[in-house]
Structures are given as C-alpha cells and as structure tokens.
C-alpha cells in the first residue's frame, strides 16, 4: 500500500467540548484483512453527534470508546487489501472506520460494499442515503407514522438528520415547523427547503412561538436536541402526537443529565406516545431506503448539503462544530 497508517486516539475522557489535549494523532501499523473481511482506505469520515456520547463513560448501544482506542465514527472508502469476495479491491465500502487512514474491516454487518467507485456519490452515501437518511426515514415514516395534513415539528432541523427528516415530512403532505439556532439556518429551512415555518430557539420565545405556528398543536415532533426543546414540544401536542426520539444533543456534553421534562404528564391528556429508536437497528433496511431518498432527490424534492473539514487533525473542530451549531447539513472530513 505504500502509506503510512495514521489515527486519531482518545487520550483522556472529555469534559465538555472535545479538546486537543484529549486526542492525539498517531502512527499505526498497517492492518491486515481480518478473515471474512478487507482493509479499507478511508477516503471521508461522517461526523455525528453521537461521536462525543461515545466518548463518555456510560452505557450506551456501543460501549464507550476506551482511552488509548481511536475514536469511533462512520466513514466510506475503497477496499485496498481484501480476504473475502465480498469486498473486491477497489471497491468502495461504507462502515464504522474511525478517525484512521486505513482500517481492519471485519465483515460485521456494518461493513457495506456498496460497488465500483464510479457507480457511489461517497458525500451522497454520507451525507443523504447512508446512516443520516436512513434515521430520518425510520424516525419520520415508521415511528413518527407521518401522514398528510400532520403539524411535524423537527429540532435541529438545519442539521444533517434534522434537514431530512423535515423534507421527508414535507414529501408526505405535512405541514412541517423547523427549530434552529440561527436566523440564516431558519431562512433556509423556509426559502430552500420550503418548510412553513421556522423557530430560532436562540432568539424566540419557543412556547409562544410554537403556539403561534402551531395552531392545531403538534402531530408529530421529530426531537434530535432534548431538555427544554423537548419540553415545551411536550406542551403542545395535538391528541394522538407522535413524539420521536431521536437524539438529545443538548445533552451529549455534560456531565450532569438534564431534568427530565416536566411537561411529560400531557402524554396522558393527550393520549400520546413518546418512542426511541436506533437506525443502527435498520441497517438491513439501507437499499430499500437508500433508493427511495436517492429518487426524491433526483426528482428535485430532497437537497442536502455538506460541510467539508480537512485531514484527521480536523476532527476536535469538526465534531464541536455541531455542538456550537457551526454546522448546516452533513459535516464531513476529507481524510
Ligand atoms: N437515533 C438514531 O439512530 C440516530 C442516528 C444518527 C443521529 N442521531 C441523533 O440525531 C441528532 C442530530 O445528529 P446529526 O449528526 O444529524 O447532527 P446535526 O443535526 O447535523 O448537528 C447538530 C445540530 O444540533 C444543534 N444543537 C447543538 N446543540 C444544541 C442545543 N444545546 N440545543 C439545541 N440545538 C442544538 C445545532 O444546530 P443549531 O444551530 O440549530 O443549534 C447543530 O447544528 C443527534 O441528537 C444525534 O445523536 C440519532
């Protein structure tokens, strides 16, 4: 191969934002094809939220990465060592590839050949039709069950799953209310993706504005940030609502858990339902729905956007950019 491996390692436990001194960028020795599997390139990481939730002691869908580990994130590359005809060289795969160069891929059910490289938009697979659209899809369509002529209220929704799933509702005939931190993020939910509605939560007052956009409350609120968003969307759903829990960023870097929403007890007036979910659990389900996304956007009905860092050194600034809002779509880095 030629290359000399490189990867980023945890080096102490975060306290807040994720900090330089926490990781260090490392050499690695060359891996070698585990059975069954392949070693990948990593062309470009995928940065989530759920990163940094890695990164904390706690029990979570995935144990948390061990100091010393590299970090722990999606990414897409092309096969250049392989031990299995499932992985042909050259070919590009998406997967759990961490903050590295080059990567040990076992054939573990994530690991996802997905062809030749020039038939696979590697910023499209990330950014709209791989992990990101797949949650949207699931958490929109199966657990929020979406239909026309909904009120769908979705958070973070200039973020890279938020901005989906709201178009999603979109395409389904709902009237959809976008929440975002900034007044530029909120005039593109509504002059570029056409939602009805934006509230900055920075600026506004959340419950009165809700109220106001809101009229006939709350089908279905898709939540990527939890605390006092969540709450005051509890406040306002309509009978019957939907609420999909998706993600609670506002909570991924403290130490100390958020209260748990006071407004819960309208659930039972309202007769409504409040449902985690793992897109993780639905990874089968990635080329039925890969497909789907990929002809909306051909049809001109989903855009996405994606955020470019460069090189590993980027990943602290990258991975924080979701937590100070830097971002609008998909954050990526060019490995
Ligand atoms: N359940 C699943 O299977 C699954 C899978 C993937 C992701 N997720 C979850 O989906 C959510 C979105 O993830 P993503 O990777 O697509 O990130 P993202 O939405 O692209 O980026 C995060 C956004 O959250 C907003 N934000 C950050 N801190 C906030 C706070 N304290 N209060 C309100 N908004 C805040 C920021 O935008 P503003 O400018 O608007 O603040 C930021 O742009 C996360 O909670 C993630 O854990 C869940």
Not at 94 to 119: I, K, N
Not at 171 to 192: F, M, S
Not at 216 to 222: A, G, L, P, Q, T
Not at 236 to 260: M, Q
């Amino acid at each position: 191969m030629g290359d000399q491996n490189e990867g980023v390692v945890l080096r102490r436990r975060p306290e807040g934002l994720l900090t330089h001194d926490d990781v260090e960028l490392v050499d690695l020795p060359m891996p070698e094809p585990p059975d069954g599997g392949c070693v990948l390139k990593t062309a470009w990481l995928g940065i989530d939220a759920t990163v940094r939730s890695w990164l904390s002691e706690g029990e979570g869908y995935f144990p948390a990465v061990e100091v010393g580990a590299v970090v722990r994130c999606s990414g897409i590359g092309t096969v250049v060592a392989s031990a299995s005809p499932k992985f042909p060289v050259g070919h590009v795969v998406s997967c759990l590839s961490g903050w590295q160069r080059y990567v040990a891929l076992p054939d573990d059910g994530l690991a996802t050949p997905l062809g030749p490289p020039e038939s696979v938009d590697m910023l499209a697979m990330l950014a709209v039709y791989g992990a990101t659209g797949l949650t949207a899809y699931v958490g929109m369509i199966d657990v929020g069950e979406v239909k026309e002529g909904d009120t769908v209220v979705v958070s973070a929704a200039a973020g890279a799953t938020g901005s989906v799933a709201a178009q999603i509702a979109k395409i389904q005939g709902a009237r959809v209310i976008g929440i975002a931190g900034t007044d530029e993020k909120c005039g593109w939910l509504t002059d570029g993706l056409g939602l009805d509605g934006t509230v900055n939560y920075r600026t506004d007052d959340v419950a009165a504005r809700l109220k106001e956009l809101c009229p006939k409350r709350i089908d279905v609120f898709f939540d990527n940030v939890g605390g006092s968003i969540l709450d005051a969307c509890l406040a306002r759903l309509a009978n019957g609502g939907r609420v999909v829990l998706c993600g609670a960023i506002s909570s991924y870097n403290d130490e100390h858990r958020p209260p748990g929403p006071a407004n819960y007890l309208n659930l039972i007036q309202r007769r409504a339902s409040m449902r985690g979910f793992l897109s993780l659990d639905h990874w089968g389900r990635f080329p039925e729905v890969a497909a789907v996304l990929a002809g909306w956007v051909a049809e001109g009905k989903l855009q996405y956007r994606v955020e470019e860092f460069e090189g590993l050194e980027s990943g602290v600034d990258a991975l924080n950019a979701m937590f100070t809002g830097a971002n609008t779509g998909k954050i990526v880095i060019r490995v």
